[in-house]
C-alpha cells in the first residue's frame, strides 16, 4: 500500500522542490534568456535590455541583503515611477523581501499610517519627497533610509547606484517558495483606511499568465506605461506581463495629457491603459488625433467605470484600435474580468467575463445565495490570484473570505450568457427614501449633456429623504454653469427618483494619483 501523501502540504526534496520552483525572481530569469538582447524598457535616457534588467536586479537583491534586511522583512517604495523603482521590486522578489507600494500622494499621518502598519524595515523613497519623509521620521520605526535615485551617501543608499554598482550579478541563492508573501498592496482608502492585501508569487505569477492571454500580449507590443507603477493596474496587469513577454515599455513619471499623446505619437506606441478619467482627458486634449494615434490597436481601461458615452467616443475616434475594459481590484492581483473588442459591439457597457483563472458569482449580500440572471448582487471570487489576507488584520480577513469566496464589495449582475455589469461600489449605492440608487445610473445620463466633463454623483443627508442624490460636475470649456439645464435633461432621462436633489459645479474632482475618483473626500466637502 502506499502511504506517500500527495497533499500540498508534503515537502518534496529540495533538489526537486528548487527545479519546481515558480517565483517572480524565476520567471525574469526565464524572459532574460529568451529576449536578452531585446529592449526591455526605457525610461528618460536609459536603455535597459532584458539582460541588464535581470542583472541589475541580482546586484541589487545582493545589495539588500547586505544592509540587514532578511527574509520576510517589509521594504517600503515611496516614489514615482522610474526604472529604479521597477528595479527596487525585482530585487525584492530575489531577496525574500516584501515589497510595499506607497502611494506618493501620501504624506504626514497618511504615510505614518502605512509604513507603521506594514513594518517596514526600509523605506526607499525619491529624492525630492525627503521633507515629507523627515516629517514622519520620528513617528515611524524604520532602520534603513534610501534614495531610489539620484542620491547616495554612507547613511543614505541609492537602489540605482547598488543596482549598477559591479558586484554578484547572479540570483541570491535562498530557500524561497511559491507561497512567500512578495507585497503588500494597500488598497486606495477611497472609503476608510487602507488595508494591505498580501500576495504571493504565486498568486501574481497566476494573474500574469492569465493577463498575458486575455489581453493579447504580445513580444511586439510597444507600451506605454504612464500611471503610476505603486498601483497594481499598472504594476501587475501590464508592466509584469510585458516583462516577462518579451514585448517593450516607455515609462514616465508625470502622465500629463501633451506627454501621454507625444509619446504615442513619437515612439509609435501601440498599447496604453488608462483610468476612465485619463482618457477623459485625452480626449478633451487638442493633441489627440486620429492620424497621429492611428497605429494604436490596444487601448485598455479600467480602474473604475467608464462611462458609456467616452467608450463610444474612444471607438469612433480610434476605429482601427481594440478596446478592453478590465475590472478588477487589489485583493485578486487585481484583473478578474475582461471585455474584449469584439465583445464591446453587444456590450458596451459590461465588464465582461471572469478570466480563466476567476469563478464568480453574484449572491444576494444578505442571504448569500446565487442571484437569477439581471438580478443585482455582490460579486464574489474564487481563483488562485486572490490574496492570501489584509496584513495583520485577521477580522477584515475572514469577514472579506466568508463562506469560502472572497467578497469584493462590488454591485452587479451577469446576463444569461455569463457577461457581467458593474453597479457600483455597494457603500456608493445612495439610499433615497428607502430606494437603493445606483450613482452610475445617474452618472451615465448626466455625461449624455454635451456641457458635462466630468461628474460624480454622491448621497448626502437628508432629513427628508435620509440621503439625496448630490450630483457634482466639472464642465467642458466653453459652457457656462446652468443647473436647471441638467436637472431638465436628467429628468428626459430617469426615473424621477435618481433625478439629482442637487447639482454643484467645481473645477475638478478629487482623485487619487493612479485617477480614481475620491467620492468619500466629495461626501465629506458636500454632506
Same mark, same amino acid.
Given at each position: 500500500?502506499?502511504?506517500?501523501?500527495?497533499?500540498?502540504?508534503?515537502?518534496?526534496?529540495?533538489?526537486?522542490?528548487?527545479?519546481?520552483?515558480?517565483?517572480?525572481?524565476?520567471?525574469?530569469?526565464?524572459?532574460?534568456?529568451?529576449?536578452?538582447?531585446?529592449?526591455?524598457?526605457?525610461?528618460?535616457?536609459?536603455?535597459?535590455?532584458? =539582460?541588464?534588467?535581470?542583472?541589475?536586479?541580482?546586484?541589487?537583491?545582493?545589495?539588500?541583503?547586505?544592509?540587514?534586511?532578511?527574509?520576510?522583512?517589509?521594504?517600503?517604495?515611496?516614489?514615482?515611477?522610474?526604472?529604479? %523603482?521597477?528595479?527596487? &521590486?525585482?530585487?525584492?522578489?530575489?531577496?525574500?523581501?516584501?515589497?510595499?507600494?506607497?502611494?506618493?500622494?501620501?504624506?504626514?499621518?497618511?504615510?505614518?499610517?502605512?509604513?507603521?502598519? =506594514?513594518?517596514?524595515?526600509?523605506?526607499?523613497?525619491?529624492?525630492?519627497?525627503?521633507?515629507?519623509?523627515?516629517?514622519?521620521?520620528?513617528?515611524?520605526?524604520?532602520?534603513? %533610509?534610501?534614495?531610489?535615485?539620484?542620491?547616495?551617501?554612507?547613511?543614505?543608499?541609492?537602489?540605482?547606484?547598488?543596482?549598477? /554598482?559591479?558586484?554578484?550579478?547572479?540570483?541570491?541563492?535562498?530557500?524561497?517558495?511559491?507561497?512567500?508573501?512578495?507585497?503588500?498592496?494597500?488598497?486606495?482608502?477611497?472609503?476608510?483606511?487602507?488595508?494591505?492585501?498580501?500576495?504571493?508569487?504565486?498568486?501574481?505569477?497566476?494573474?500574469?499568465?492569465?493577463?498575458? %492571454?486575455?489581453?493579447?500580449?504580445?513580444? =511586439?507590443?510597444?507600451?506605454?506605461? /504612464?500611471?503610476?507603477?505603486?498601483?497594481?493596474?499598472?504594476?501587475?496587469?501590464?508592466?509584469? $506581463?510585458?516583462?516577462?513577454?518579451?514585448?517593450?515599455?516607455?515609462?514616465?513619471?508625470?502622465?500629463? $495629457?501633451?506627454?501621454?499623446?507625444?509619446?504615442?505619437?513619437?515612439?509609435?506606441?501601440?498599447?496604453?491603459?488608462?483610468? $476612465?478619467?485619463?482618457?477623459?482627458?485625452?480626449?478633451?486634449?487638442?493633441?489627440?488625433?486620429?492620424?497621429?494615434?492611428?497605429?494604436?490597436? +490596444?487601448? %485598455?481601461?479600467?480602474?473604475?467605470?467608464?462611462?458609456?458615452?467616452?467608450?463610444?467616443?474612444?471607438?469612433?475616434?480610434?476605429?482601427?484600435?481594440?478596446?478592453?475594459?478590465?475590472?478588477?481590484? =487589489?485583493?485578486?492581483?487585481?484583473? !478578474?474580468?475582461?471585455?474584449? *473588442?469584439?465583445?464591446?459591439?453587444?456590450? *458596451?457597457?459590461? /465588464?465582461?467575463?471572469?478570466?480563466?483563472?476567476?469563478?464568480?458569482?453574484?449572491?444576494? *449580500?444578505?442571504?448569500? @445565495?446565487?442571484? @437569477?440572471?439581471?438580478?443585482?448582487?455582490?460579486?464574489?471570487?474564487?481563483?488562485?490570484?486572490?490574496?492570501?489576507?489584509? &496584513?495583520?488584520? *485577521?477580522?477584515?480577513?475572514?469577514?472579506?473570505?466568508?463562506?469560502?469566496?472572497?467578497?469584493?464589495?462590488?454591485?452587479?449582475?451577469?446576463?444569461?450568457?455569463?457577461?457581467?455589469?458593474?453597479?457600483?461600489?455597494?457603500?456608493?449605492?445612495?439610499?433615497?427614501?428607502?430606494?437603493?440608487? /445606483?450613482?452610475?445610473?445617474?452618472?451615465?445620463?448626466?455625461?449624455?449633456?454635451?456641457?458635462?466633463?466630468?461628474?460624480?454623483?454622491?448621497?448626502?443627508?437628508?432629513?427628508? &429623504?435620509?440621503?439625496?442624490?448630490? !450630483?457634482?460636475?466639472?464642465?467642458?470649456?466653453?459652457?457656462?454653469?446652468?443647473?436647471?439645464?441638467?436637472?431638465?435633461?436628467?429628468?428626459?432621462?430617469?426615473?424621477?427618483?435618481?433625478?439629482?436633489?442637487?447639482?454643484?459645479?467645481?473645477?475638478?474632482?478629487? @482623485?487619487?494619483?493612479?485617477? +480614481?475618483?475620491?467620492?468619500? +473626500?466629495?461626501?465629506?466637502?458636500?454632506?
Amino acid at each position: 500500500m502506499n502511504t506517500h501523501s500527495t497533499t500540498a502540504s508534503s515537502s518534496l526534496p529540495a533538489g526537486i522542490a528548487r527545479a519546481l520552483r515558480n517565483t517572480i525572481g524565476d520567471a525574469l530569469a526565464r524572459s532574460a534568456r529568451t529576449h536578452g538582447k531585446r529592449t526591455a524598457l526605457a525610461f528618460e535616457d536609459r536603455i535597459w535590455t532584458y =539582460s541588464d534588467i535581470h542583472t541589475a536586479s541580482n546586484r541589487l537583491a545582493h545589495r539588500l541583503i547586505g544592509l540587514g534586511l532578511t527574509k520576510g522583512d517589509r521594504v517600503g517604495a515611496y516614489g514615482k515611477n522610474s526604472d529604479a %523603482y521597477l528595479l527596487l &521590486w525585482l530585487a525584492c522578489t530575489k531577496a525574500g523581501l516584501i515589497h510595499v507600494p506607497v502611494n506618493y500622494a501620501l504624506i504626514g499621518k497618511e504615510l505614518t499610517y502605512v509604513v507603521n502598519q =506594514s513594518g517596514c524595515k526600509a523605506l526607499f523613497f525619491d529624492t525630492d519627497l525627503q521633507p515629507q519623509v523627515d516629517e514622519v521620521k520620528s513617528t515611524v520605526e524604520v532602520g534603513i %533610509y534610501g534614495s531610489l535615485h539620484g542620491g547616495h551617501s554612507e547613511n543614505n543608499p541609492d537602489a540605482l547606484k547598488l543596482a549598477l /554598482a559591479a558586484g554578484e550579478d547572479t540570483a541570491p541563492e535562498l530557500e524561497l517558495s511559491d507561497t512567500d508573501v512578495v507585497q503588500i498592496l494597500y488598497t486606495s482608502g477611497t472609503t476608510s483606511d487602507p488595508k494591505g492585501a498580501m500576495h504571493t508569487h504565486r498568486s501574481l505569477m497566476s494573474h500574469y499568465s492569465a493577463c498575458q %492571454y486575455h489581453l493579447n500580449i504580445r513580444v =511586439s507590443d510597444r507600451s506605454l506605461a /504612464a500611471l503610476p507603477l505603486y498601483h497594481s493596474a499598472q504594476m501587475h496587469v501590464f508592466s509584469m $506581463p510585458m516583462l516577462l513577454s518579451g514585448g517593450y515599455s516607455r515609462l514616465i513619471n508625470t502622465p500629463t $495629457p501633451d506627454a501621454i499623446l507625444g509619446l504615442l505619437a513619437r515612439e509609435q506606441l501601440n498599447t496604453f491603459f488608462a483610468p $476612465p478619467t485619463v482618457w477623459i482627458a485625452l480626449l478633451q486634449n487638442p493633441g489627440f488625433s486620429q492620424d497621429k494615434l492611428q497605429h494604436m490597436d +490596444k487601448l %485598455y481601461y479600467g480602474a473604475s467605470i467608464m462611462p458609456g458615452q467616452v467608450v463610444k467616443e474612444l471607438g469612433e475616434k480610434l476605429p482601427g484600435a481594440g478596446l478592453y475594459n478590465c475590472y478588477g481590484q =487589489s485583493e485578486i492581483a487585481p484583473l !478578474a474580468t475582461v471585455l474584449l *473588442p469584439e465583445e464591446h459591439v453587444d456590450r *458596451p457597457s459590461s /465588464a465582461g467575463r471572469p478570466m480563466q483563472t476567476v469563478m464568480t458569482r453574484i449572491v444576494d *449580500p444578505v442571504t448569500g @445565495k446565487d442571484c @437569477k440572471s439581471g438580478e443585482q448582487g455582490e460579486l464574489v471570487h474564487r481563483s488562485p490570484q486572490l490574496m492570501v489576507g489584509y &496584513w495583520a488584520k *485577521p477580522e477584515a480577513t475572514e469577514e472579506a473570505f466568508n463562506d469560502g469566496w472572497f467578497h469584493s464589495g462590488d454591485l452587479g449582475y451577469q446576463d444569461e450568457e455569463g457577461y457581467i455589469y458593474i453597479v457600483d461600489r455597494i457603500k456608493d449605492v445612495v439610499n433615497t427614501g428607502g430606494v437603493l440608487v /445606483a450613482s452610475r445610473d445617474v452618472e451615465e445620463a448626466l455625461y449624455q449633456h454635451e456641457s458635462v466633463a466630468e461628474v460624480a454623483v454622491i448621497g448626502v443627508p437628508d432629513e427628508k &429623504w435620509i440621503e439625496a442624490i448630490c !450630483a457634482v460636475v466639472v464642465l467642458k470649456d466653453g459652457h457656462t454653469e446652468d443647473s436647471g439645464a441638467l436637472m431638465s435633461h436628467a429628468r428626459s432621462k430617469l426615473a424621477s427618483f435618481k433625478v439629482p436633489k442637487h447639482i454643484h459645479f467645481a473645477d475638478q474632482l478629487p @482623485k487619487n494619483t493612479a485617477g +480614481k475618483l475620491l467620492k468619500r +473626500k466629495l461626501r465629506e466637502d458636500f454632506s
